[in-house]
């Protein structure tokens, strides 16, 4: 088993291979420039540019080959199927959307490595879900999760940042030694790393000090995951990382990581053969019920509104864990819902990063609740209306995105037959009213008192970032809506996890 | 025909999202624009509904009257099974020609108001959108959406322009119907996924046999969740406590929508999906509803007579005469369910004038209360008069509408279920004992301070918003059979489902 780990055949690139590959080789072409890019010390504007010309064609090239046939590469280091790359698809977008609104810090400095990091991420969460056996995905697991720390900390003139990054790394090692003894349990009992070896022999354990084995290690490595998505209880390090970190960075981590991470973890599921123990379901499903209700009620208790967005990300990797929970016809629906989302959190930061900046706030300076009828009052009707365009959509009410997110995991829960996952969903939706509606309150609600003085910031808010996210927030609800029922390529998607 | 049923529909969501891009420092701009495009409405209205007005009142093709016939139908999201489909007939037209007249006057109203600017009228616009969406809507699914969309602008709406205690109110009135609709949502996932139906429309729901056998089987949950929906929304008691909060703190203009379209579309739906689709577990409940409704006619009229403010006194008035509805929809006869309809048009006008009347006093006056006002009827005779016209309209006098409609629902349920008739009886009188009182402290007596101090002048806008509500009351007190015959065939037609 092992021999076939090394065999040097499997290292040869045919053109198929190449070809699969080419939109990863084209972000490394894009490190090398960014990485460049740093080293000259070029500003902003040029960095963002630069982007641009990073992400867009290796979207452009996934979405091309979206439908390809499934591609092995080196062996089970790396299957480029329709769902990695429609993952990568999703995380381009996102990090596209991201590097509009990366903002210099107080003193007018930021670091210009934020683009050569946050290329190295996307190239992370790309590869994630194509992991075939436990090497490779630590590999991946481990080049998402040590950019995630820097991109925390990016902000280096100011503690809060380097304290969230800090506090993301030591909860992040944490989760790498579990995946390491979780991987390490799974190869004592089975003698192979490789995903398909694993399932197999897994197919035979049943009862005894096997199971038991068997089990502790997909636990372990099932927890080292949650601390990448924020699962309640493990998700103490998301607070602070949302509330401190760049605000640009924050939104990436707190959106991509979950689709690919969730992408992986659906892989594995199936893959791995973790479907074969009940018990495994039901702990995900109790995971998902405590992030939702736990998450709902600490985020009703929150003043900063990045701290409450973190929360509200806390419930809704809840969600998406239920649609996990129920099995692989349920992905499809997983993936829309954490795609809309994720555009939504992406434009909700976009736009707090423009009121802050507005109010005279320092750069990804925190929001508090307090600061919200300011922000009803100062800013034209659009930016706010937008705004709640979002939390609206987020909080799940039609016929907004989000809702229709909701009610396809709804709609699977329920053809699975999963009663008290979809009743949790309800519940969640319910509860997250309380502290939805809590933000658009005082947004609204308050116009009528006196008018403060607000010191202006000279720049003009700019709206495109914000629009673009919007609108992308709408097509995504209406490809996932006509997508899931007529595009085959969505089928394909969700057959390869069904296998 | 299709193409004006569907400009009608999205004509106030465009014009609605245009208004939130004017100038947030020139009212008036938005005002007046906002006046023009619901004068545009009104004949977008007359357009759409002109080629079937007189075909309504005749019965259909075979001697049996037509069954709500669709006009616009397309394949929307098919795996969801929901197709974008709207009808027509007798039950939603009179409906809809109520919701384009109330607009338009509260169009006229909120001229010259410097605190209405762009993102109430826009908000104003949107949730006409909804609720002529719900009422059209022949698919389960769409008038999910529609239902649940309507929550948005009335939620900002109260919470925004209200007073003193909008939050709360805003909350409570949000909560308490999202948490009714859920469970619509819960049925509607039912039919669409447990059920082999063709499709969530109308015609096909209606088509299929539910089984049922007591509460617990299908027909009777079903029932159960789309009526939690309803009974919420119209309110029954004991769902009642959100209203009068909600007509409270509302600005006049919501409170005129809420009072008469929101309401409204409980009756409507129980009417449009209840009856029709479950009528087994409809008839079995009937008994129930009518005594809730008989509950909520003698506990709201009384609540209303010891009430010292105006608006929660109409609100409760409210209460007390939506339980006349219930009565009529529930007494399954051919008069009640036509009263019952002629009723909503009779509560909304009247009870739209009533808060539109005290919504021109209370901008001056700024107080609801009852003991504060006396002999406004030396000091204003025009509007007092108004104000007494739309009172009497409301409890009931012979000549003005409420009557045809009241004597029509009590005549229809006497047949069926005398008891419930007689108490419902009471009802009548109580609200001429709670309405004549008020008006008593109000506009006779000595002149109060309240009202020497604050001199009423209303201005021609004030008075354009309110003439055509009393003459369109007048006209509907002598000419009833111009709403009755239409509505008529459409209400045999739901009994049907019940022979």
Redesign the interface.
């Known amino acids: 088993m092992e021999s076939s780990f090394f065999d040097s055949s499997v290292f040869t690139l045919g053109p198929n291979e190449l070809q699969a590959l080419f939109p990863l080789l084209w972000l490394c072409v894009g490190l090398v420039f960014s990485t460049l890019a740093a080293g000259f010390r070029l500003g902003i504007g040029f960095t963002r540019v630069l982007s641009f010309f990073v992400f867009v064609p290796f979207v452009g090239l996934l979405a091309i080959q979206l439908g390809n046939p499934p591609v092995a590469v080196m062996g089970t280091a790396l299957e480029m199927n329709a769902f990695t790359r429609l993952v990568g698809c999703a995380v381009g977008i996102l990090a596209l959307l991201v590097s509009t609104f990366v903002t210099p810090t107080r003193n007018g400095v930021l670091h210009p490595e934020w683009l050569a990091i946050l290329v190295v991420q996307v190239l992370g969460l790309t590869l994630l879900p194509g992991a075939r056996d436990w090497v490779s995905f630590f590999v991946y697991l481990e080049t998402l999760a040590i950019t995630g720390y820097v991109m925390a900390s990016l902000d280096t003139d100011r503690e809060k940042s380097l304290e969230a990054g800090l506090k993301y790394l030591l909860t992040g090692a944490f989760g790498s030694g579990f995946f390491l003894m979780g991987a390490a349990l799974f190869y004592g009992l089975t003698g192979t790393l490789d995903f398909e070896l694993i399932a197999s022999a897994l197919k035979s354990v049943n009862s005894g000090p096997e199971k038991f084995m068997a089990l502790s290690a997909a636990i372990l490595i099932i927890s080292s995951l949650s601390f990448k998505l924020a699962l309640f209880p493990l998700h103490m390090w998301a607070p602070d990382v949302y509330q401190a970190s760049p605000t640009a960075m924050a939104a990436m981590l707190s959106t991509a990581t979950k689709i690919s991470v969730f992408g992986a973890l659906a892989g594995i599921w199936t893959l791995t053969g973790f479907s074969n123990f009940p018990e495994l379901k039901q702990i995900l499903i109790g995971l998902a019920g405590l992030s939702i209700v736990a998450g709902s009620l600490l985020a009703m208790a929150q003043k900063s509104l990045r701290r409450l967005f973190a929360y509200s990300g806390i419930v809704n990797a809840g969600f998406a864990a239920l649609a996990l929970a129920a099995g692989p016809f349920a992905t499809g629906s997983m993936f829309a819902y954490l795609f809309i989302y994720s555009v939504s959190v992406v434009g909700i930061f976009a736009l707090l990063e423009r009121f802050s900046t507005q109010l005279g706030l320092e750069p990804h300076g925190d929001l508090k609740i307090e600061n919200l009828p300011q922000i009803g009052r100062k800013f034209?009707?659009?930016f706010?209306?937008i705004f709640?365009f979002f939390v609206?959509s987020i909080a799940g009410?039609?016929?907004?995105p989000g809702?229709f997110g909701k009610?396809l995991i709804?709609?699977d829960l329920?053809?699975g037959q999963e009663y008290f996952s979809?009743g949790l969903l309800?519940l969640g939706?319910?509860l997250g009213?309380g502290f939805y509606?809590k933000i658009?309150?005082p947004l609204?609600?308050n116009?009528?008192e006196p008018t403060d003085e607000i010191p202006q910031n000279k720049r003009v808010a700019k709206l495109w970032p914000t629009a673009l996210a919007t609108t992308l927030c709408v097509l995504a609800a209406i490809y996932a809506?006509?997508g899931?029922?007529?595009l085959p390529r969505w089928v394909e998607t969700v057959e390869i996890f069904a296998r | 025909m299709e193409n004006s049923l569907l400009l009608f529909l999205l004509w106030p969501f465009v014009t609605g999202l245009l208004l939130f891009l004017f100038p947030k420092k020139i009212p008036l701009l938005a005002q007046y624009s906002s006046l023009v495009f619901q004068i545009v409405w009104v004949l977008l209205f007359v357009w759409a509904i002109g080629p079937i007005w007189e075909e309504l009142s005749v019965a259909g093709d075979g001697g049996g009257p037509r069954a709500f016939p669709v006009y616009f139908s397309w394949d929307w999201i098919p795996f969801l099974k929901s197709r974008f489909s709207l009808g027509l007939d007798g039950l939603n037209i009179p409906l809809l020609g109520l919701n384009v007249l109330l607009s338009l006057c509260l169009g006229f109203f909120s001229l010259n108001k410097k605190n209405l600017g762009p993102g109430y009228l826009g908000l104003f616009s949107i949730l006409n959108g909804a609720s002529v969406g719900s009422l059209l809507a022949a698919d389960a699914f769409v008038f999910y959406c529609f239902w649940e969309f309507m929550l948005i602008p009335m939620y900002l709406l109260i919470g925004g322009w209200g007073s003193k205690n909008r939050v709360y109110a805003s909350l409570k009135f949000f909560a308490f119907t999202m948490a009714g609709s859920l469970f619509m949502l819960a049925a509607i996932l039912a039919l669409a996924f447990q059920f082999d139906v063709a499709s969530l429309g109308w015609h096909d729901l209606v088509a299929t046999n539910f089984e049922f056998q007591g509460w617990g089987s299908v027909q009777g949950l079903l029932f159960l969740g789309f009526m939690l929906a309803f009974v919420v929304k119209i309110p029954v008691w004991p769902f009642h406590t959100w209203l009068p909060d909600a007509h409270t703190e509302a600005p006049t203009g919501a409170s005129v929508i809420l009072a008469g379209v929101l309401l409204k579309l409980g009756v409507y739906g129980i009417a449009r999906w209840c009856l029709p689709l479950f009528p087994e577990a409809s008839a079995a409940a009937a008994p129930t509803l009518m005594a809730l409704g008989c509950v909520g006619i003698v506990m709201g009229a009384f609540a209303a007579w010891f009430q010292t403010d105006i608006k929660k006194m109409i609100a409760y008035s409210s209460v007390s005469h939506l339980g006349f509805m219930v009565l009529g929809l529930f007494a399954l006869g051919v008069e009640a369910l036509q009263g019952a309809f002629f009723q909503n048009i009779a509560h909304g006008l009247s009870t739209g004038a009533l808060f539109l009347i005290f919504g021109i006093i209370y901008e001056r006056t700024h107080s609801r209360e009852i003991s504060k006002y006396g002999g406004f009827a030396q000091e204003h005779a025009w509007l007092a008069t108004s104000f007494i016209l739309a009172s009497m309209a409301s409890i009931g006098l012979p000549g003005l509408p409420g009557f045809v409609g009241e004597f029509l629902i009590l005549a229809g349920s006497f047949k069926t279920f005398p008891v419930y008739s007689l108490v419902a009886l009471s009802g009548v009188l109580l609200g001429a004992i709670y309405m004549l009182g008020m008006l008593r402290r109000f506009a006779y007596g000595p002149v109060s301070e309240l009202v020497k101090s604050h001199p009423v002048r209303v201005t021609w806008n004030e008075w354009a918003s309110l003439v055509p509500l009393l003459l369109f009351m007048i006209y509907l007190g002598f000419g009833s059979q111009a709403i009755l015959s239409k509505v008529e065939p459409a209400a045999t037609q739901v009994l049907t489902y019940f022979r």
């Not at chain 1, 009410?397 to 907004?400: K, T, V």
């Open positions: 034209q009707g659009i706010v209306g709640a609206f009410i039609p016929p907004l809702f009610y709804l709609k329920w053809i979809a309800i939706t319910l009213l509606l658009l309150v609204y609600m116009q009528d809506l006509g899931l029922s007529r």
